[in-house]
């Protein structure tokens, strides 16, 4: 059983910059990809950032050019890098992975971007 866990969030000011990470508890090599979601309050969970097995990303709209997506293999982390960042990223993030048509979710961690 695959364990995810997060850290990195935190309350940062309009414009601002955090970095999630996401530690895995095996190797990272078995998901065929890797994501970050996010819920506000009221909200329905939205994927925000994705990355395959082979290298492709995808971002959302919202956050297009001011997150990035990215693995360590050796160190068997997900990061998200987050610049820029606005009241409207307020949120929790989820750490997600997908294996044989699984998914396996970390506990979240809170964002909030307020001044």
């Known amino acids: 059983q695959e364990q995810l866990v997060e850290s990195g969030g935190g309350l940062v000011q309009p414009g601002g910059s955090l970095r999630l990470s996401c530690a895995a508890s095996?190797?990272?090599?078995?998901?065929?990809?890797m994501g970050w979601y996010r819920q506000a309050p009221g909200k329905q969970r939205e994927l925000v950032a994705a990355i395959t097995s082979g290298g492709s990303t995808y971002y959302a709209d919202s956050v297009k050019g001011r997150f990035t997506i990215s693995t360590d293999n050796y160190k068997n982390t997900l990061s998200l890098q987050m610049n820029s960042l606005k009241p409207e990223d307020t949120a929790v993030y989820y750490c997600n992975a997908q294996y044989r048509g699984t998914h396996y979710w970390g506990q979240g961690t809170q964002v909030t971007v307020s001044s």
């Open positions: 095996g190797s990272i090599l078995i998901f065929n990809a």
